[in-house]
């Protein structure tokens, strides 16, 4: 059974840093795609960033420039520099073979 579970989220003051994990377990098979996305309150789930098995990256406009995705087999990793009051959200990552894993989401809060 694959298990995603995220980690390093917090809170952090505008312009800080952040860089989330994500961990997979219980599989034996490649991804073709990773990906994280966030939930802020009273929003739907939106796309940040993905990168396939070849290394393609893509970069919801919002967040280019500051936030960088990253991983191997296993692992994803989401980099976020220079960070706003509205990347506030709920983050998950998602593996992708054939169907979708999820993450159970960790919080981010960017307040002073």
């Known amino acids: 059974q694959v298990q995603l579970v995220e980690s390093g989220g917090g809170l952090v003051q505008p312009g800080g840093s952040l860089r989330l994990s994500c961990a997979a377990s219980?599989?034996?098979?490649?991804?073709?795609?990773k990906a994280w996305y966030r939930q802020a309150p009273g929003n739907q789930r939106e796309l940040v960033a993905a990168i396939t098995g070849g290394g393609s990256t893509y970069y919801d406009d919002s967040v280019k420039g500051r936030f960088a995705i990253s991983g191997d087999k296993n692992t994803l990793f989401l980099q976020m520099n220079r960070l706003k009051p509205e990347d506030t959200a709920v983050y998950y990552c998602k593996f992708t073979a054939g169907g979708d894993y999820w993450g159970q989401g960790i919080q981010v809060t960017v307040s002073s």
């Open positions: 219980g599989f034996s098979f490649s991804f073709n795609v």
